[in-house]
């Protein structure tokens, strides 16, 4: 047997706690310093460890982890109140960042033949991954304060919009078998079933919770609940598998015992599979395809797609009666790319609209969002601490 992943992990997990500890001493969030940790660990710095399906795997469930803990602490009161704000918050921040991407590529490459290539830049700028940023706020303790539920929510309906219109791009191409209605109706199928299924599973764990409170058993069968709502979202509906552990998580937020299998599953999480999600993104980093044009191109790119977002959201959340302050909150907080950012980068070079080189300023665009937005945040909060 290859024990290779042995290291691998000793490795990665030494490098993101030092690293991880360094950052918090600076004043910066732990997740900034696991990132850095990847990056000099991996192929673009010091080469000692490199992507496998393994440590994609166990990155993987990571994400999952920390998007159920962020169901788990939802306040219901609070994402009802939120939902309409976040569902304009979220069409902004889809559609302005989408613009200014597309009108990007057009600059640097021109027009003739390249539209649809242009929308797909576009289409790349438009994911939010909400994973880093929930990570920053759990770590400062406002990721159930209606700003920290607005991003949330905003960001999981940032993914299916954005997967609509990745979907109606390919089929436009022939890159997809499923029109953009198909993917629609998927979507509301999913979120259907959600609310419905979430009903029975609730009294399930309610009456498991009554007849066995504080016993390890409860957070297992939670995280298994976890773990098949992931499932059946990415494989069933075609939507991101964190959006089905987000929504596993609000199932049982209103669990007596809500905070104790949160804490359960956050050891898991933060000694193990966590910190393997934030360094997997600094192993993704390579170097190796760029030159003078693409460097330029990359960086108008990062700057572009940060500030459409916050552009985009924090207009839009001022227009919801937020406060300027928690408006710009909200504006860096849906800033950070992620998982979703790659698969699109990954479905557009299957399809032909990209070529390998462009993974370059996307590789960028998540190293940047996911270390400049915690700081950021935590900025933000520690000069403006009501939201």
């Known amino acids: ?16 706690k030092m690293f991880g500890v360094q950052a918090r001493k600076l004043g910066a969030p732990e997740v900034v310093g696991e990132i850095i940790a990847g990056v000099l660990v991996g192929p673009a710095a010091l080469g000692f460890v490199h992507e496998s399906d393994f440590l994609s795997q166990m990155a993987e469930i990571g994400v999952i982890m920390l998007m159920f803990e962020a169901g788990l602490g939802t306040d219901l009161r609070k994402l009802r109140k939120t939902g309409a704000q976040a569902t304009f918050i979220a069409c902004a921040g889809v559609f302005v960042p989408m613009i200014f991407g597309t009108l990007l590529f057009l600059a640097f490459y021109g027009i003739s033949g390249q539209i649809l290539k242009a929308l797909f830049i576009g289409t790349i ?15 400062l303790g406002r990721l159930d304060g209606i700003v920290g539920t607005t991003i949330t929510s905003a960001a999981i309906i940032d993914d299916v ?8 791009l390919l089929g ?18 999913f979120f259907v079933l959600a609310v419905g299924t979430g009903f029975l599973v609730y009294k399930i764990f309610s009456w498991l919770d009554k007849r066995h409170t504080h016993t390890r058993r409860i957070p297992i069968v939670s995280l298994c609940y976890c773990f098949l709502m992931a499932y059946v979202a990415e494989t069933g509906f075609g939507i991101a598998d964190i959006t089905g552990a987000y929504v596993a998580g609000v199932v049982l937020c209103n669990l007596s015992d809500a905070e104790y299998i949160e804490r359960r599953v956050d050891i898991s999480s933060y000694m193990v599979f966590a910190p393997l999600f934030f360094t997997g993104i600094g192993l993704k980093t390579s ?101």
Not at 1 to 16: H, K, Y
Not at 161 to 167: A, D, E, F, K, P
Not at 172 to 189: H, P, Q, R, W, Y
Not at 319 to 330: G, P, Q, V, Y
């Open 172 to 189: 436009m191409t022939g890159g997809s078998d499923e029109n953009s209605a198909v993917v629609i109706g998927k979507s509301v199928l």
């Open 287 to 387: 170097f190796a395809a760029m030159d003078a044009k693409l460097l330029i191109f990359s960086v108008c790119f990062v700057i572009t797609a940060l500030v459409g977002k916050i552009i985009g959201c924090g207009s839009c959340a001022g227009l919801c009666k937020f406060n300027r302050h928690d408006a710009f909150k909200i504006g860096l907080g849906m800033m950070t790319r992620g998982e979703v950012a790659l698969i699109t980068a990954q479905k557009g070079l299957a399809a032909g609209l990209l070529t390998s080189e462009f993974f370059t300023p996307v590789i960028l665009l998540i190293l940047t969002s996911s270390i400049i937005t915690p700081i950021l945040l935590k900025q933000e909060y520690t000069k403006y601490p009501t939201d």
């Open 125 to 139: 700028m438009s994911a939010t991954s909400v994973s880093i940023t929930v990570a920053a706020l759990k770590e």
């Open 161 to 168: 919009i954005g997967m609509i219109v990745l979907t109606f």
């Open 1 to 16: 047997m290859d024990t290779r992943f042995l290291l691998d992990l000793a490795i990665l997990l030494f490098a993101a």
